[in-house]
């Protein structure tokens, strides 16, 4: 998929690293990449089937509609080739562990694009709380919030489609909120109480949109820690990102106060910030290099996103039947 997702989050920084050659590009504008990107030799190929038949492609980007993930990735998989899929992981649970059971039998490398856990801020805070700076985990509030998705495709508003995206704020942005809150806590959600809903969001005839544009959860940890999730496309100025966590032993705030993206205050109530140079890259990119040159199973594997889609079902569930569900329970 040659399109905003693949040029601004992936392909710039494939062909950078080294080591790394772009052989093959499928999709809307792969000329373009191809021209822009591609190592000498590489192709523009006429269909998946060609793309995936190529000895010279060892691993697969793919950064197309969501309802196309777990097609592309059980083709790529049952081809023999290592697979990096922008998220969500696919569209259904049963999609999303068919491609977790696929990489095992074929012995291929499956990650999924969560991006956040690589952010430098949150590997500090994740080293922090490790450390017991605020002790144990109470409660927490996280939102992620925009304006939305219109003018992000180079091919149309495809977010808004329900066959396309087949759901939306919660598994554009509130998924980055359930990985990293695993991820922070070190625990997993266990069950979730949510309101996934349509607010304010038309198409082009002035109708609502066929998916979601808010959504609010209240999630339980296996560690016994509770809080809020919200994930919203109607925030109508500036974006908001903000991660707190409430410890025994003090607070933790991330990029809830600007010019500050880490906070940690005391029970004193003395505070201690953290300052970072600007990020270049996602992390997700080198990740995903490195496990496949190291052998080793990427941070954000198949399985380990499988954690996440299921808080995303289950939270669309909880939605619909209006009331609390049980997840991740093995």
Partial sequence: GCGSVARWKYVKNLAEMSGVSLRAFYGGRA???????????????????EFLAREDVDAVCICTPNNSHAEIALAALRARKHV???????????????????????GKHLMIGHNMRFDPVYRRAKKLLDEGVIGDVITFRTVMGNAGPEGWSMDGNWFFDKKKAAMGALSD???????????????????????????NKHDTEGRPIGVDDNALCILRMSGGAVGTLAASWTIYGPGCNSTCLYGTKGIMLIYNTPGMPL????????????????????????????????????EVSGREA????????ASIKSSEIDRTVGVNSS
């Fill in 84 to 106: 990096l899929c922008e998220k969500p992981m696919a569209i259904t649970l049963a999609e999303c562990e068919s491609m977790v059971a696929a990489a095992e039998f074929n």
């Fill in 306 to 313: 499988l954690t996440t889609m299921r808080v995303i079902f």
């Fill in 263 to 298: 906070e940690v205050r005391d029970l004193s109530s003395k505070s201690t910030s953290y300052s970072f140079e600007p990020q270049a890259k996602s992390g997700v990119i080198d990740e995903f290099v490195n496990a496949l040159l190291e052998n080793r199973d990427p």
């Fill in 173 to 199: 942005l509130g998924i980055h909120k359930v990985d990293l809150l695993q991820y922070l806590t070190g625990q997993k959600v266990i069950s979730t109480t949510a309101k996934v809903l349509t607010l």
């Fill in 31 to 49: 000329e373009e990449f191809q021209q822009q990107y591609g190592a000498p030799g590489s192709a523009v190929c006429r269909d998946l089937a």
